[in-house]
């Protein structure tokens, strides 16, 4: 004999009256929680009607509605546990979702990159939208390849202001090896390589034999450029500088070239910036001289074509710039040790 | 090199301001460093590159300052006047002076002077030495250095009266001879360097200093007055292995005008004669002199238009090349261009597009953007990007999204910082041979170093409590026969703890924290590399694991040995773990692209599965058991809880992990998963007596 539908709806909403009423008289946090395993737990009252669900002879209608019942005392009864546990948290401090909003979030362990990694990604970005592709080298290199091959010979003069600092290791056949005082040893080792047109840079770490104070460091980075290519001209050079200028400085950015010499480029050129922070006119930053000295540059020397086997008549031109004066000058630090010293105060400012 | 406008204005009309002149030079590519005024006079201070020693004097920068203000220069008539060969035409030499160097001098002039008192030099020219910087000492090396700022050539003056022999030779000293320079030291001399030797000894050190027993003093009444082109090599080599730099060498190691050797011996002649009484006797020894050929570039001005990008005339050209002191010939599209003898930088017709660009201005130059699908990068087959930059710069982001600060160290070390970490980082390193200072000696060979000295700063400074750190860089050792052995590494540090935070755990930075970062690497990376746990050679890390790829070992990873946080000053407590791996072997392993595999089409079925089992079963053992009894339907198995203590028996350990079981397209059965699960169980009790909690 099953028990008739109505009789069920009655017996369900009195029992939610009586839960719903127990659960007002609640104090305690453990009252509501044995009020629910009591109506809603494994073995409570409610999951002793749903058998009834199955029970033979009842028509499928009614086993429908039985169900709807059943689930809506569920929904209807867990939604006014909740509240009243709300309620009780509220009491006891503040309405439900009330905490203090200017509690500070959680702190979000996502950690940084170094400033010179920064500004190399910077550097390497603009000019890898002019078609120049970054390409690594060796720290560790032959005289030939930092000297001889970039038409520096022994005895130059400005091989003289290349200090370098030379390894205590049997020379090769390429010469005495050295930590590369430049990244232009890489221009050989690519060229050697590939045939033009190309447009390449070679970010990375060089070395100097200069003693350490604010502004000298034995080991810093630069980036290098090469691009060699069939019309090439002096203009395409200044106009990818400008435009690279732009890029890392703003819009405003202001660049002049001056003749200069390079032993590896002729003709060659400085480029200096129209002072960042006085805006050409002259302050404390740039010596007053309106302008701060960032990179060399030049057409390729046709020595170093002829050293890796160019064809007479191949025309390029090449760049370099020091990171770390860029940096400095990017985000006004005064001091280049800041960079190897890694005390995290330092690092992280940067984003 | 300084200068003076008063004495520029002697060779060329100026008005200009002397701030004007400075821009000029300065964007011309003679940079002025400095300008001062003093009293009615400007000193200019210039950096000139090594390429212009022609730019060494007054009469240099007065030609420059012409060609860059687009004038014409004209050799004043009152120098020329004292260049004029001397009265009485050619005399029998009564000095007998022999080049047994011809490499090393190239042209040996000398004159003697009779009569001379030598004393203090008239005020007005000692005032201009001192205010170039020179120090005035007597009116005959007072000349001598007048006339090198003047015109370019450095001269010397020996006290003809001191000289043994009437033989004077330019040649390599020899074995075994020593010369006391005029500063008063004595120099041991080689036969690398170039001297100058009377029938005795060597009375100077060729181009670089004179000595002091030969030197001017107030007695010196005769006088050998010396002007000479020696070769920037040998003169370079004498100054760098004497150690001695003057000058007289700064000019000589750059390149004198080899034109204007006798010019300046008989201006300077004149100008002594003049100041201290004394005649000039005989005529000038001139020895060496032949004709320099004829340096002839060929030049196509169209060509150096294209190659300059400016729209320059041939006759704008022309008159360029020519305000410089450069004959030019040749037919209308291929010129001969004669440079003059103080340019021995203008040899190949590059050389003179700097100099076309220079006097037309490098700003007026348009700038221009190259064809950005040059690249030939991509015409090749390869990709526009080297593959590896591309690999290094996800490996820095990866390490960033896990809370890693990137940090970049000293590549040089000092012997001793590397040697307190013990054996494994002092074997192969490999040293300078000319280190700055014992601070920077030697190459490093780890980064643990320039890491665990990162760490006791930031301890030091109380900057942190944790530390999350990272650095790629090279390290270097030797290879014994072979090039010394350059890698690309990177260095992973965690220690301490992250600062507290309300409402969050403390996270302890230790070794799993560490391994956990290195897996999702090496897992991104997909490599397939193997840990195998163990003490690590030398021992600076304990315990610690060693990684393989393939049979190469790819790196390290454990807790540093307290012995050496210890040598590095850093305090056992936080125990910080490291780990370091070699890039290189990763860049070589191959990496094809991801290849996406079907979504399960039915969610996975998850149990649960606590167990006892010894503790000292290792957990690689426990989940290699797991999956062989789990398969095929077995997903996965992840330890979400180990816990030893309170309601575990002592020596075991209680492991609960979470097993996901999936058929992908259908739905599993009950029975199937409980069959599973019942042969997983199963396997565990008989290998590890393992038992259900």
Redesign the interface.
Same mark, same amino acid.
């Given at each position: 004999m099953t028990q008739p539908i109505d009789s069920l709806d009655e017996e369900l909403k009195r029992l939610l009256q009586e839960a719903t009423e127990t659960l007002a008289g609640a104090k305690e946090a453990a009252e509501i929680e044995a009020l629910r395993v009591r109506y809603l737990g494994r073995k409570g009252i409610l999951n002793r009607y749903f058998p009834l669900l199955g029970a033979e002879g009842r028509p499928a209608e009614e086993r429908v509605r039985l169900g709807q019942r059943l689930n809506a005392f569920k929904q209807k009864l867990e939604q006014e546990i909740f509240e009243r546990r709300q309620a009780l948290k509220g009491q006891a401090g503040g309405a439900p979702h009330s905490e203090d909003l200017t509690l500070p979030g959680h702190p979000t362990a996502v950690g940084r990159l170094h400033p010179i990694t920064r500004t190399i990604d910077e550097i390497l970005s603009i000019f890898r939208s002019l078609g120049f592709s970054p390409v690594e080298g060796p720290e560790g290199e032959t005289e030939y390849y930092n000297f001889d091959a970039l038409n520096i010979p022994p005895e130059h003069p400005s091989r003289q202001s290349f200090d370098n600092f030379y390894l205590k290791v049997p020379p090769s056949e390429k010469g005495r090896w050295l930590l590369r005082s430049h990244t232009s040893p890489m221009q050989i080792h690519f060229m050697e390589a590939n045939t033009p047109p190309f447009q390449i840079l070679v970010p990375g770490r060089v070395f100097r034999r200069d003693a350490v104070d604010a502004s000298h460091c034995f080991q810093f980075h630069q980036v290098e450029g090469l691009a060699v290519g069939l019309n090439l001209h002096f203009g395409d050079l200044k106009g990818v500088l400008v435009a690279w200028a732009r890029g890392m400085f703003g819009p405003e950015a202001r660049l002049r070239f001056r003749p200069h010499y390079f032993p590896f480029t002729e003709p060659s050129a400085e480029a200096d910036l129209a002072c960042i922070f006085c805006r050409g006119k002259g302050c404390r930053v740039c010596g007053q001289k309106g302008w701060l000295e960032i990179l060399g540059c030049g057409m390729v020397h046709p020595a170093v074509f002829k050293a890796v086997g160019y064809p007479p008549g191949t025309v390029g031109f090449a760049f370099g710039m020091g990171v770390e004066r860029i940096a400095m000058l990017k985000h006004g630090i005064e001091d280049i040790r800041l960079f190897f010293e890694n005390d995290l105060r330092f690092l992280q400012q940067f984003p | 090199m300084r200068f003076l406008l008063s004495w520029l204005k002697e060779f060329i009309e100026l008005s200009l301001h002397p701030s004007a002149i400075a821009e000029r030079l300065?964007?011309? $590519?003679v940079?002025v460093t400095g300008l001062t005024q003093i009293e009615g006079d400007w000193l200019f201070e210039l950096e000139v590159?090594? /390429?212009?020693p022609d730019l060494l004097s007054h009469l240099g920068i007065a030609r420059e300052t012409a060609a860059l203000l687009g004038r014409p220069f004209r050799f004043p008539r009152w120098l020329q006047r004292q260049m004029l060969p001397l009265e009485g035409g050619p005399q029998p030499p009564s000095l007998q002076i022999t080049l047994q160097d011809p490499e090393g001098c190239r042209r040996y002039c000398g004159l003697i002077l009779e009569g001379v008192t030598v004393k203090a030099g008239p005020p007005r020219l000692t005032e201009r030495l001192s205010r170039l910087g020179v120090r005035p000492i007597n009116n005959v090396v007072d000349v001598t250095n007048l006339c090198m700022l003047e015109v370019g050539q450095p001269l010397h003056a020996f006290d003809l009266d001191k000289l043994e022999g009437s033989a004077i030779q330019v040649r390599r000293a020899r074995p075994g001879e020593t010369l006391v320079t005029i500063d008063g030291v004595s120099h041991p001399l080689t036969p690398e360097m170039l001297v100058i030797a009377d029938g005795r000894r060597p009375i100077a050190l060729a181009g670089v200093m004179g000595g002091r027993e030969t030197e001017i003093t107030p007695a010196t009444r005769r006088i050998l007055l010396e002007s000479a082109w020696f070769d %920037?090599?040998r003169i370079?080599?004498s100054s760098r292995l004497s150690r001695l730099g003057s000058e007289s060498s700064y000019r000589f190691? #750059?390149g004198v005008d080899p034109a204007g050797v006798p010019a300046a011996a008989i201006r300077s002649a004149r100008w002594i004669a003049d100041l201290s009484g004394g005649n000039i006797s005989g005529g000038l020894i001139d020895v060496g002199g032949s004709e320099t050929p004829k340096v002839r570039i060929p030049l196509r001005p169209q060509r150096a238009a294209? @190659?300059?990008?400016?729209p320059v005339t041939l006759s704008q050209q022309r008159r360029f090349l020519e305000q410089l002191g450069c004959r030019v010939a040749g037919t209308a599209t291929l010129w001969q261009v004669e440079p003059p003898s103080w340019r021995e930088d203008l040899r190949?017709p590059?050389?003179l597009?700097?100099e076309l @660009? #220079?006097l037309w201005g490098? +700003?007026r130059?348009? %700038?221009?953007? =190259? =064809?950005?699908? #040059?690249?030939? @990068?991509v015409l090749?087959g390869r990709p526009? +990007?080297?593959p590896?930059?591309k690999r290094q710069?996800q490996i820095?982001q990866w390490? @960033?999204?896990?809370?890693?600060?990137?940090?970049?160290?000293?590549?040089?070390l000092s012997p001793e910082d590397l040697a307190r970490g013990g054996s494994p980082f002092t074997k192969g390193a490999?040293?300078?041979? /000319? =280190?700055?200072?014992v601070d920077?000696g030697v190459?490093r060979n780890t980064l643990l170093v320039g890491a665990l000295q990162?760490v006791a700063? /930031?301890l030091n *400074?109380k900057?942190?409590e944790g530390f +999350?750190?990272?650095e790629m860089?090279?390290i270097?050792s030797?290879d014994p026969g072979r *090039? %010394?052995k350059?890698t690309s590494a990177l260095a992973l540090l965690v220690a301490g703890e992250?600062?507290p935070?309300? $409402?969050?755990r403390p996270?302890p930075l230790g070794l799993f924290h560490l391994k956990g970062i290195l897996e999702m690497l090496l897992q991104r990376l997909r490599v397939e590399s193997v840990m195998e746990a163990g003490s690590v050679s030398g021992g600076f890390l304990d315990p610690g694991i060693r990684l393989k790829l393939g049979k190469e070992p790819l790196g390290v990873l454990g807790w540093v040995d307290p012995k050496v946080l210890a040598a590095y000053e850093i305090p056992p407590e936080p125990a910080v773990a490291y780990a370091q791996i070699d890039l290189d072997l990763i860049r070589q392993a191959v990496t094809p692209p991801v290849r996406m595999q079907a979504l399960p089409k039915v969610p996975p079925v998850v149990r649960d599965l606590a167990i006892l089992v010894h503790e000292a079963a290792t957990h690689r053992e426990i989940v290699q058991a797991i999956e062989e009894a789990g398969a095929p339907l077995l997903k996965s198995a992840a330890l979400f809880d180990l816990y030893k203590g309170k309601q575990v028996p002592s020596g075991k350990k209680s492991m609960a992990f979470r097993l996901s079981y999936s058929a992908g397209d259908r739905t599993l059965t009950e029975e199937e998963i409980s069959a599973t699960h019942q042969r997983i169980v199963g396997a565990l009790q008989a290998a590890f007596q393992a038992v259900l909690r």
């Open positions: - | 300065t964007m011309g $590519g940079e590159t090594p /390429n212009r %920037p090599i370079r080599r190691e #750059r294209e @190659v300059l990008g400016m190949i590059e050389d597009y700097e @660009v #220079r490098y +700003e130059c348009a %700038p221009t953007l =190259p =064809p950005v699908a #040059r690249t030939a @990068v090749e526009p +990007e080297d590896w930059m710069r820095r390490l @960033v999204a896990a809370g890693m600060q990137e940090i970049m160290t000293h590549s040089l490999i040293s300078l041979e /000319n =280190p700055l200072s920077q190459l990162t700063r /930031n *400074r900057a942190t +999350e750190l990272f860089g090279r270097f030797e *090039r %010394p350059e992250r600062a935070a309300w $409402g969050l996270a």
